[in-house]
């Protein structure tokens, strides 16, 4: 059962436009949000992230938005540039409960966000 | 400074045979993770090393899995028996574990295929 899921698998908007790339997970214990991007033959990069005492966090042209109640996350990206084209991964990571705990994440299975010139 | 440097970025191997795969975290890092990508999926989560702590095992698939870390520094992912079902992307990421959220930076990655 995924618990981060990333519905849509691509997403093309023109460049210039908004992309918004959604992101919606299941479990309860989720108190941190990252998304990353991923070029193709490169490692995911971090992007943005967001905590959950937050709804909004922005980063210059990318902007996420946090819906604790409907366990619903979103990127916004404006302008979209088309070197923003790449596969961005939503992850989520539970409490820090100790110091010995893993703060492994989460992840979705990622949309390719394509921006066309 | 140097990121996550992992090797081989390709491995072609037979059914049945072991793999090694390497991985060097950014130079202080304490935390360490090994995650693996198959083909439509997202990152699944393997293993964790923090500092001289046990490591975080739940996410291995099998026992023909293991990990270590030498010297809090750089790690080996081992499979054994590989099947193909073992084809995938492997990432290695690491992380300053002192922050009260977690910015893991991720290496290349490994691509493994099992024939």
């Known amino acids: 059962d995924q618990q981060v899921k990333q519905n849509s698998p691509s997403l093309s908007v023109q460049e210039g436009r908004i992309s918004i790339l959604n992101c919606d997970y299941t479990?309860?214990?989720?108190?941190?949000f990252l998304w990353y991007k991923k070029y193709p033959a490169e490692g995911p990069t971090f992007l943005i992230s967001?905590?959950?005492?937050?709804d909004k966090n922005e980063d210059g042209r990318f902007t996420v938005f946090l819906n604790k109640s409907a366990k619903h996350l979103s990127l916004h990206i404006v302008p979209s540039q088309p070197g923003d084209s790449a596969v961005y991964f939503c992850?989520?990571?539970?409490?820090?409960?100790?110091?010995?705990?893993?703060?492994?994440?989460?992840f979705g299975s990622g949309t390719q966000l394509t921006v066309l010139p | 400074g140097a990121g996550v440097s992992q090797s081989p970025s390709n491995k072609v191997t037979e059914k049945g045979k072991d793999v090694e795969l390497r991985c060097d975290p950014i130079s202080g890092h304490t935390a360490l993770y090994w995650y693996r990508q198959s083909l439509g999926q997202g990152l699944e989560f393997l293993i964790y090393?923090?500092?001289?702590?046990?490591?975080?095992k739940s996410g291995l698939p099998s026992d023909r899995f293991s990990a270590e870390r030498t010297g809090g520094s750089v790690s080996t992912l081992t499979i054994q028996r590989t099947q193909q079902e073992d084809s995938a992307v492997y990432l290695c990421?690491?992380?300053?574990?002192?922050?009260?959220?977690?910015?893991?930076?991720f290496g290349p990655g490994t691509r493994l295929t099992v024939l």
């Open positions: 479990n309860s214990m989720f108190d941190y």
């Open positions: 090393f923090q500092g001289n702590s046990a490591p975080d």
């Open positions: 967001i905590s959950s005492i937050k």
């Open positions: 990421a690491s992380s300053l574990v002192a922050a009260p959220y977690n910015e893991q930076f």
């Open positions: 992850a989520a990571s539970p409490r820090f409960i100790s110091s010995g705990s893993a703060r492994q994440l989460t």
